[in-house]
């Protein structure tokens, strides 16, 4: 499937009349679609490459050399989570892949919102740490860009997320989808789910699998073009507009039997708010036509319940 590709530089360096088009057309295609594939993002690729290369070295450490770094106090938020721990909401079976997750960094001098556990620092590869921080700070930006187009959207200040988003509780994960060895019980690489936070950004991913789940009920692959990325609707943004912007379902599926001897690797970035921010509907997107849906959560309540769905917290 073609999903709408827009140019991030239209709104970052654009005139007015670039921002409000770029504004609309991110706009709509949320509304209608759910994704979209950006370029001139302002990752820049050899970021990217070094990021994967690093990911890939790390999930080729020996199984007790990862769980070193597999800690379950922090219910996967933090570190490493090893194969099968996950799975979608309303399904059994877990998912077929290990991740390591990166949250939010404090600099020294800075006083948190919020009390954050410290990230699980890599001894192996050397570079690893730094490489995340950097990844995390850049996707940072990109999706602060992303969100300021969606509030001009929705007839906000263009600054309404930038309070909430600032200091955030948002997560970059590396995904390791394993070599299938045998007949899979009743389970994909990854099952339909829907994303939890406000936004997701998806640099990469080594392999095709991602499929949406279009308005038909049929399943369409998607795969972004050279140095695009994919961006999608989280349930947290879904919830805030009363569904005007859609959470579409997607999942990553097996590939071909002949295919089940290659790994694939993907790094999305799960733009998160503080969880003190409010997802009550906005008034604007609550009518007699389409009446509020959802109570009144913060974030983290919202997140809270969905890892526990998920089977990360218990």
């Known amino acids: 499937m073609n999903i709408p590709v827009i140019d991030l530089n239209h709104f970052i360096k654009g005139t007015t009349e670039e921002k409000v088009q770029f504004s609309q057309t991110l706009g709509r295609a949320f509304e209608e679609v759910g994704f979209v594939s950006v370029k001139n993002h302002g990752i820049p690729d050899e970021l990217i490459n070094s990021l994967y290369a690093t990911v890939k070295e790390f999930f080729s450490l020996s199984e007790a050399e990862k ?4 800690i379950p106090s922090l219910a996967g938020q933090r570190g490493y989570t090893s194969f099968g721990k996950e799975h979608a909401k309303g399904s059994e079976a877990p998912d077929l892949k290990e991740f390591f997750q990166y949250g939010q960094i404090i600099e020294d001098g800075v006083v948190s919102p919020e009390a954050y556990p410290d990230n699980v620092k890599v001894s ?10 950097q990844s995390y700070r850049a996707f940072e930006v990109s999706g602060s860009a992303l969100l300021s187009a969606i509030a001009m959207h929705l007839q906000l200040d263009d600054t309404y997320f930038d309070e909430h988003i600032y200091l955030g509780n948002s997560i970059l994960r590396a995904i390791h989808y394993p070599p299938i060895l045998q007949e899979p019980q009743s389970a994909i690489r990854a099952e339909q789910h829907e994303d939890i936070n406000l936004i997701t950004l998806l640099v ?9 789940l279009s308005k038909n009920g049929e399943w369409l692959p998607v795969k972004a ?3 695009e990325i994919v961006v999608n609707v989280g349930d947290m943004l879904q919830r805030l507009t009363n569904d005007r912007l859609k959470s579409t379902t997607h999942r990553v599926v097996n590939p071909p039997r002949e295919n089940w001897h290659n790994s694939r690797f993907s790094i999305p970035f799960f733009l998160h708010p503080r969880s003190n921010m409010s997802l009550a509907c906005l008034s604007s997107c609550v009518s007699i036509d389409n009446p509020k849906l959802y109570d009144d959560y913060t974030a983290g309540y919202y997140l809270d319940e969905r890892l526990r769905e998920i089977g990360l917290k218990k």
Not at 67 to 70: G, I, S, T, V
Not at 204 to 211: F, I, K, Q, T, V
């Open 67 to 70: 769980r070193a770094y597999e």
């Open 124 to 133: 192996l590869p050397e570079d690893f740490n730094a490489l995340f921080n």
């Open 204 to 212: 990469g991913a080594s392999a095709d699998g991602l499929e949406i």
């Open 225 to 227: 073009g050279p140095g």
